[in-house]
Structures are given as C-alpha cells and as structure tokens.
C-alpha cells in the first residue's frame, strides 16, 4: 500500500525559502502514470493546490503561485520536493503530498492517497 | 482567481439524507471536467470520496454518492451516520489562466 510522509522545516522566516520533501514508500516513484502533488490548507481553511510533477519533468503551477514554486523529483532517493521562495506569514499551512493517477484527459486527476500533513509556520 | 462555491455548513439528523452543492462556470464544471470529493475528518488529511463525478473508491460506502449536471455538482449521503462528521471539499480543473486545479471552499456537515 502507497504511503507518503512529507518532511522539512516547520518554521520559516519571512522571505526565505521553504522547503519540504515527500517520501513515497510501497511502490517506485519511477513505476510511471502518476503525477505527484502538493497542496495546502492554511489553519481553518480550505485546500489549495500548489502544483504537480510528472516523470518526465514536467511541471504544471497555480498561477498564483507560479513565479515562487519549484517542485522535483529525486528517483534515487524515491522522493519529491517543493521549494517556495520568497515566504510571508500568509504562506503558513498544512502542506500536503498526493499522488494522482494519469488519466485522459490529464486535467481530470484526482488526488490519492494523501500524506499526513505538515504544519509550517513563517514566522520570524 | 475562480472558485468553486460550496455551503460552508449543512446538517442532517442521523438516518437522513444531505446533500452539498459545488457551483461553478463555464470554465470548469460547466465545460465538462471531472468533479471529484474528498472528506477530511477532524485533525486528520483528506481522503478521496467520489471521483470522476459519479465514482466511489473501493472501500467507500455506498450511502455516499455523486452527480454533476451543467456548471454544478453534488454530493449526497444517505442514511447520515454519526461518523460522518466531517469537512467536505470538491475538486474540478478550470482552463482559464492557463488552466489549474480548483478546490471548493469546504463545507462543514453536522450531525445533530
């Protein structure tokens, strides 16, 4: 069964860079037809999705975070990561990891299973 | 940035039946894109529901279910239980801004 468990720093300053990684155990990140995710939920709100990698490399962003986001895949190490730069407290959240299965047409994914979530908090 | 507009807050008294709307436009729901669900239960992260509009995961009860017609969808949950408790968020694709993932806001189902 697929687990993810993301890690990182839980407390950032404002304007540096956060970043946190998502370990997939119970199958290869490299097994192919799937995209893996990242999404956020601030404290008391709803979800917002962050972005997706796929294997190739390909990288797709909500635009409203597009110009400070980097997600990657490391398949040695059977991970993926996100980067967010340039951090304000408006940037505090639950991050969660997801895997979606490539369907067609792509924009129809769903997100499953989920990660636990992790609190980060920017704050100086 | 669009949204996709749910109740914040239903309720239902064990054994009945409450549904949730998601309301969206022309360019998500409306221009034919899959709805999916998740339930998010207190303290804990999101877990698929309903996918591909109408769809339950294995393992899902069936006294929850899915439809979608023009620019919204619904959830429905039948036979309402105590355990279903919970924060209940839809999910759709909208193409404009050169197209994203878009949750609903969430809605709040009480068990009363």
């Known amino acids: 069964q697929l687990q993810l468990q993301e890690s990182g720093s839980g407390l950032v300053k404002p304007s540096e860079t956060l970043s946190l990684t998502c370990a997939v155990s119970?199958?290869?990140?490299?097994?192919?037809?799937?995209?893996w995710s990242w999404i956020r939920q601030p404290p008391g709100k709803g979800l917002e999705w962050i972005g997706y990698i796929y294997l190739s490399g390909s990288t797709y962003y909500n635009p409203s975070l597009k110009s400070r986001v980097t997600i990657s895949v490391d398949r040695s190490k059977n991970h993926f990561s996100l980067n967010l730069n340039s951090v304000t407290a408006a940037d505090t959240a639950v991050y969660y990891c997801?895997?979606?299965?490539?369907?067609?047409?792509?924009?129809?994914?769903?997100?499953?299973?989920w990660g636990q979530g992790t609190l980060v908090t920017v704050s100086s | 940035q669009s949204v996709l507009t749910q109740p914040p807050s239903v309720s239902g008294a064990p054994g009945q039946r409450v549904t949730i709307s998601c309301t969206g436009s022309s360019s998500d729901i409306g221009a034919g894109y899959d709805v999916h669900w998740y339930q998010q239960l207190p303290g804990t992260a999101p877990k698929l529901l309903i996918y591909g509009d109408t769809n339950r995961p294995s393992g899902v009860p069936d006294r929850f279910s899915g439809s979608k017609s023009g620019t919204s969808a619904s959830l429905a949950i039948t036979g309402l239980q105590a355990e279903d408790e919970a924060d209940y968020y839809c999910q759709s694709y909208d193409s404009s801004l050169g197209g994203h993932v878009l949750f609903g806001g969430g809605t709040k189902l009480t068990v009363i």
């Open positions: 119970g199958d290869s990140i490299s097994s192919g037809g799937y995209s």
């Open positions: 997801a895997r979606s299965l490539v369907v067609t047409p792509a924009v129809n994914n769903w997100f499953d299973p």
